[in-house]
Every structure is written in C-alpha cells, then in structure tokens.
C-alpha cells in the first residue's frame, strides 16, 4: 500500500484539487449546488428504473428470471417521482446519505493511515479520517440546522479535505523523489 501510494501521489494531489474545486463551488453556489443534487438523482433514478425494466422485460421474453429487475425499475421510477414531487425530503434524504459517507470514509481514512509508515504523514490522514467522521457524525446529528448551513459546512469541509489530500501528495512527492534519487 504505501509503495502504490508513493508512486501515484499524483492522484492523491488530483483528488485534492477536485475536492477544493467541489467545495468552492458549493460555498459560492450552495442553493444551485442543492437543485442540481437533487436533479441529478431523481434523473438518474427515472432513467435507472426505466432502463431496469426493460431489462426485465428482455429475461422474460427469454424466460429467465424477469422479477427482480422489473421490481428494481418501479423502485427507481418512484425514486424518481418523489425526488420531482418532493424535493425537499429527497434533499434530507441526500443529507442522511452525506452524512453515512462521511463516517464510512472517515474509518476507511483512518485504516489507511495505519498502514502509512510514520515518516510519510500519515497523520494528514489520520486528521483526515476524523474531520470526516465528525462532519457525518454533525450533519446527521443536527439535521434541522438547515440545509444551507450544512453545504457550507461540506464546502468547507471539502475545501480542507483537498487542502489535506494536497499537502499529503507533496509529502508523498518529495519522498519518492528521495527514493528514486537513492536508487539511481
């Protein structure tokens, strides 16, 4: 793990760029950010649940097994349906699943920094981890401090998330480059 990690910091600093470049655009377009979450999943349920019933429709021509897909489709359509009748509960919905995310990938940070030796900053993501597991732990906590107030709080947290990812990249850059130059 640490070896993979060294030679792609590349994409630990990409990552972090990204991740700056999502949370300043949730801090400065919050209320847009919000619409276009909720759009996209209530369009990506719909076209999922269509696509899932053709599917089933297809194995029962061929007398397979058509139930399951036909049942995953009606379960996206009325995703999707709700998403457009009731943004708002699909915005909490989307709230509850950033904030299950959050924690999940938090833990998974942590676990990844054990495996970092001492010397290659792991305690970037050791920090990382717990940032992310408070931020999941806040958002599904305190639901009602409104949904602005919690995309400016996953901008934030985005943008120091990156800032992290970033600064773990150049620690992990700059001892490559000492590996490489001792080998040759």
Known sequence: MTTVLLRNWWALALRGVLAILLGVAVVVLPGVTLAALVVLFGAYALVDGVLAIIAGVRAAERHERWWSPVLKGLAGIAAGVVTFVQPALTALALL?????????????????????????????????????????????????????????????????????????????????????????
Do not use: C, D, K
């Open 96 to 184: 509850y699943l950033i904030g299950g995310w959050g924690i999940v990938t938090g833990i998974l940070e942590i676990v990844a920094a054990v495996h970092l030796h001492r010397a290659h900053g792991e305690w970037l993501l050791v920090l990382n981890g717990v940032l992310s597991v408070l931020f999941g732990l806040l958002v599904i906590l305190w639901p009602g401090a409104g949904l602005l107030t919690l995309l400016w709080m996953l901008g934030a947290y985005t943008i120091f998330f990156g800032v992290l990812l970033v600064a773990l990249a150049v620690r992990l850059r700059s001892h490559h480059h000492r590996q490489s130059s001792a080998v040759a």
